[in-house]
């Protein structure tokens, strides 16, 4: 595997962050792909965003498993464990009452949905990856980043980009 | 013509764009933002020690009293047949009821793109999981047998004794549950990306405390794209949610056989209280906070409006509900429902119906006129006796319903709660408010990248605006 190396500069506002991520786009820079560029701010953009490209986003489907799963969990588990207790049955009342059950299977149908998603977004994160790339604490404050990996022969022009595209300070290693 | 169009489009555009009454100042700059929330986490005003000890000594007066119930057993509360719910199941159900706002502040006005509620959501989330938290003390306090609360929970067990699961009660600690976990997720999630921020200005072991619970946020298109669509996704859950739990709440009272309650309008009127109860708790909370952490600036007049609007339309649904179950029972074939209710508007509770009319249905029309809504001592007041209308509807259905029953022998007329009652209702009162203050000084109680973002976007609509006007001549 090649060795990869990291460039953060950061930028006054999403306006300038956008022009340079165009001019990334449009520079044919050896070792370098569009996809690895990273946009890092304070705020929720997505319009700067989709200057990067399409960058799918699948939690929905996770969503609607967990729905599935805990509404499955809710109503087999309960109404299986209650025809397991045949003991308790009493006369004219179903052992398994289904209106109920279905109370309950409700609710676990939407606990379901929330864990999966949420076990999802932090997978999305990838938060697995503890600190491996490059962050400044003015991108909290009112920053915009970009991150670029990058096979270290690139990283001079890469450079090169963002000074001319008015970058407030340029960190990364080589 | 086509001019005519052309200009018909101009004022279309413009009043796109046309900055609405400033909810927040729109000058105000990022970093500045980050320093006035920031700041409320070190050096809060005296009125909130006053607050935090005051609450504390109040939730230690509620624990003395559980403990004198603890040892002595529920009749040392008074609480014997017929009265055998008191003052504990209508707190609860006060509580559960509070809950509701920070959801619908929260969720419903996140989905409906409601910018004015980004600086005040937070506090508003927070305060529906710590009155999930109080309410669910409740349970245990009434249960008398507190080493026994493990019946509650829905799950078999060897000694046979299998939860009734066509009891409310079962439904209602699965729900309870559910509404409690998903909330405290929806709120520490949304909560993240300035949690991050809080790691970044920290030092010592504040650092580290906000770093483990800042799940690595470093704020990159691919974790900006992914909290946005789960956020949604959360808050599309959450809102079923809460008018489920609120409903179920209901089916406690609907499902029973007591005169009065077996009505089916009983769940929507149950969630539009809770929804109604929860708005008037959160401009009590607004108004202090404000003051409290010095937040003038995006805690304005103007959010403050929009609050006491949808308070009032929330009242009037409430009031709507209220009228249609009294004209149920009046118009019904329950002879004894229309004893009970004609026994509470002339009866012993009969002053404190009245004053539940009164504080709930009538006094919300002062939040209709402006220059009472905009005076900031006068909404404490009013939003308070709001809040004291909607816990007096809960002590409304309860103890009056079980003084006049089927039975005669039910016919209580002089019962009143005892010391320990109040003394633990009021600690739960300090409880919440204590947790509150806490929460509100370890966390940022306004959403720091949700007013950025506000901030941001009317910058961007204020200066299109600007481009599309000609400029005037020199």
Known sequence: MKKRSHILALFADFEEAAVTIAALREASIPGFKMQDVTLKSPIDHPECSAELGQRPVYIQIFSLLGAICGSGLGFLGISSAQANFLRQARGFFPIVPIPPDMVITYELFILGAVFFTITACLIMWRIYRVETDLYDVQISLDKIGILVEAEPKAIASLREIFTSHHALEISGSV | MNEALLEEKDVAIERRFEPKAQDIDDEISWAQINVDVLKSLERPRLLYWVIFFGSLAIFMWGVYCEIYQYKNGLGSADLEN??????????????????????????????????????????????????????????????????QFYYVVAYPNERWAWPNFSSPLVWDATAIGSYLTTSVIFLFFGMIPDLAICRDNATGYRKTFYRVLSLGWRGTDRQWANFRVTYLTLACLLIPLAVSVHSIVATDFAV???????????????????????????????????????????????????????????????????????????????????????????????????????????????????????????????????????????????????????????????????????????????????????????????????????????????????????????
């Open chain 2, 82 to 147: 017929p009265q055998v719910w008191g003052l504990y199941i209508a707190t609860f159900i006060f509580w559960i009821g509070m809950s509701h706002s920070g959801t619908l502040l929260s969720a419903i006005l996140l989905i409906m793109h409601a910018d004015w509620r980004k600086p005040i959501y937070r506090f508003a989330e927070a305060m529906t999981t710590f009155s999930l938290m109080t309410a669910g003390l409740f349970v245990l306090v009434h249960l008398g047998r507190v080493w």
């Open chain 2, 256 to 474: 029973s056989q007591q005169p009065g309650w077996h009505t089916t309008s009983f769940p929507p009127y149950f969630v539009a209280g809770a929804l109604y109860s929860g708005c008037a708790a959160i401009i009590t909370l607004f108004i202090v906070l404000r003051y409290t952490f010095r937040f003038e600036k995006y805690m304005t007049i103007p959010i403050l409006e929009k609050l006491c609007k949808l308070t009032f339309a929330i009242s009037m649904v409430w009031t709507y509900l209220n009228l249609i179950e009294y004209a149920a029972v009046w118009y019904g074939t329950d002879p004894i429902a229309k004893q009970a209710l004609i026994f509470r508007a002339t009866g012993t509770y009969a002053w404190w119906w009245w004053a539940m009319n009164f504080f709930a249905s009538v006094l919300p029309f002062t939040l209709t006129w402006k220059r009472l809504r905009t005076n900031i001592p006068i909404m404490l007041v009013v939003s308070v006796l709001l809040n004291f209308g909607m816990w007096d509807e809960r002590f409304m259905i309860v103890t009056p319903t079980f003084a006049h029953g089927y039975y005669p022998w039910t016919w209580t007329n002089g019962w009143w709660p005892n010391w320990v009652q109040l003394g633990i209702v009021m600690g739960s009162f300090g409880w919440f408010n204590m947790l509150f203050m806490l929460f509100c000084k370890i966390f940022p109680s306004v959403s720091m990248y949700e007013v950025k973002e506000m901030v941001y976007h009317r910058r961007v609509a204020r200066k299109t605006l600007q481009t599309l006007r000609p400029s005037p001549d020199p």
